[in-house]
């Protein structure tokens, strides 16, 4: 078996070579995020004062959603206490980064801190992991879907992330809702309804046409643009049975403008190594990194991550590979034969019966 290492193993032999001021809090990020707050009022009010012919608000309308993405990553940054420390403050503005993406900050630790991070690309226990072909079998609405060729499918996931982060959060809230404590539960009960009926309550303020411009496209802009970077984090990696972010984890690689408006949300695999220290501090955690474990280090341009993503399906097959169950075709994962400048397929000896079970077949 292929040899993993933990998180705390590396965290370990890399701590010591890190600043102390890496690990305390960093408030002063907290600007990035007021003027984002800037921009968002002044096409709220620009869009509800004037009118403006369709280029003009779907110009604003592509700010907008810009900043809401934005703001998301920020909310990300403050939930991991990595902003202030004291959590009613940090819960607080949490809410408000999170509130155009219509995410509680309660929902969000539960699933992203608590889950997502203590068990990524574990097959059973990661929320936000693809399943394996053995569990395709038992899902036959999404057999269903895997008869389509891939590069249909493909096409529609491509344009699918444009909703993609509102229906998994939404399905988040009704997978973890019953974990909360019978207590807690009314608070993030509140948590989701209130953004959704603060942008309800826009929509019958101002019109469903200018709400469509400050709301609804921006909020599909921002879906595309976080779910861009979400499916790159992971899905190109394989699944382990040890939570090794080197294995688990895809950095991308952005002009530094727009690392600097995504508050460094680029650099993956160092946010996975060390979620409690400011993400400015990113670029040394990588140098770090690949000083030691070059070899082990998963590092891709965005735009060849995305072509990669596309050309490959989303379904596990041995943890290593993924599958395209219509044809039966394996492809490595990274650190596992994949390589992003010739996405090849490999022969394989399973494929799948049209009823979605596995037999043997040569391709």
Same mark, same amino acid.
């Given at each position: ?136 079998? /038992? ?150 990194? /690949? ?67 596995? /037999?043997?077949?040569?391709?």
């Amino acid at each position: 078996m292929k040899e993993y290492q933990s998180l705390s193993w590396y965290a370990a032999r890399l701590k010591p070579h890190l600043p102390k001021e890496a690990f305390k809090p960093a408030p002063s990020r907290l600007l990035g995020g007021l003027a984002f707050l800037i921009v968002i009022v002044a096409g709220f009010l620009t869009v509800g004062l004037f009118e403006l012919n369709i280029w003009g608000n779907l110009l604003i309308a592509v700010v907008l959603g810009s900043c809401y993405a934005s703001l998301g990553f920020l909310g990300h940054e403050i939930l991991h206490g990595t902003v202030v420390r004291k959590p009613w403050l940090r819960d607080l503005l949490g809410a408000i980064a999170f509130w155009p993406l219509c995410t509680g900050p309660s929902l969000w630790r539960k699933w992203h801190n608590m889950n997502h991070h203590v068990h990524t690309q574990d097959e059973h226990k990661d929320p936000d992991a693809w399943i394996t072909a053995d569990q395709l079998e /038992k899902k036959p609405f999404i057999r269903l879907l895997y008869r389509i060729p891939l590069f249909i499918r493909a096409s529609f996931s491509l344009l699918s992330l444009a909703m993609t982060f509102t229906v998994h959060s939404s399905r988040m809230f009704g997978i973890y809702i019953k974990d909360f404590d019978p207590r807690n539960r009314p608070k993030v009960w509140l948590q989701l309804i209130l953004p959704w009926a603060s942008w309800i309550g826009l929509l019958f303020w101002i019109g469903f046409t200018k709400w469509l411009f400050v709301f609804l496209i921006p909020l599909l802009i921002a879906n595309f643009i976080v779910m861009a970077y979400i499916s790159t984090n992971h899905r190109l990696n394989p699944l382990v049975p040890v939570n090794d972010p080197l294995a688990n984890s895809l950095s991308v690689t952005v002009p530094k403008w727009v690392d600097a408006i995504h508050f460094n949300f680029s650099y993956h695999t160092e946010h996975h190594l060390f979620p409690s220290i400011s993400p400015k501090y990113y670029p040394l955690v990588k140098e770090q990194i /690949k000083q030691r474990w070059p070899e082990r280090y998963h590092e891709m341009s965005f735009l060849k991550a995305m072509i990669a993503l596309f050309k490959t399906p989303r379904l596990y097959y041995q943890q290593n590979e993924l599958i395209d169950p219509r044809e039966g075709n394996r492809y490595g994962s990274l650190g596992n034969g994949l390589d992003p400048n010739n996405i090849s397929i490999n022969s394989s000896d399973q494929a799948f019966n049209s009823d979605g079970n596995t /037999k043997n077949k040569e391709i």
